[in-house]
């Protein structure tokens, strides 16, 4: 129940994920993406252990369609509810959508990305994403991300009411650059957008106090006040 995008950028060497869902706290359970490896959403009936699976696979020197099938082994009986969307270090793409998921259902491939929905309220929304990600190689991987999401929705998103999105970004570091995740919200996507946008221009502070405290600059937070004030 879920409409998603993964992508690499091939001027940082950054990583995402961006999904949304009617689901509770999809996030968590549905994008992954390691620094230097590559980025994976597993989708429909989730099974979160075929991300884990899906990053180990590619770090060891799989590409994205050889870890797919691999992947898809690994389902078991069960690979006919699974889908995945897959992105590796060269940025070659692979998806799958099983015999059991549900309708609307679709992926669509483009270069360092891929898309994919289930439940969706139509079979173009994969397209639309694509196509707005792509329509912006300048942005910030984030950003990009972003505008596949709010396309998506625009084309009609899931089928049933968006309550929960989720956006998430590796870059050089051990940990994630942008980890947002919106849930149990009418407007996740909405509220996804404006949590980013509140967010990007104290990105690289935080990481830049966590490699040498002593040169960071000081986050000034949006909208932050004092108690009582």
Known sequence: ??????????????????????????????????????????????????????????????????????????????????????????????????????????????????????????????????????AAPGEHLAERLMRALEAGLATGGEFMEERGAGLYVVDRVAWPVVDLRVDWHDRPIQELRRIWTDYRPIMASYVARALDPSTAPPIVIPGARRKGG
């Open 1 to 134: 129940m879920t409409f998603a995008l993964v992508a690499r950028c091939p001027d940082t060497g950054m990583f995402g994920v961006v999904l949304s869902s009617s689901a509770v706290v999809v996030a968590s359970r549905c994008a992954w993406a390691r620094a230097g490896v590559g980025a994976a959403a597993t989708l429909h009936i989730t099974d979160p252990r075929l991300g884990k699976l899906a990053l180990d696979l590619m770090e060891r020197g799989y590409d994205a369609p050889t870890a797919r099938d691999m992947l898809v082994k690994a389902a078991g009986p069960h690979e006919s509810w699974r889908q995945l969307a897959l992105v590796d270090g060269a940025g070659r793409t692979a998806t799958f959508t099983g015999s059991g998921t549900r309708a609307a259902a679709a992926t669509v491939e483009g270069p360092g990305c891929a898309a994919a929905v289930n439940v969706g309220a139509n079979e173009h929304v994969p397209q639309a994403m694509l196509d707005a990600f792509l």
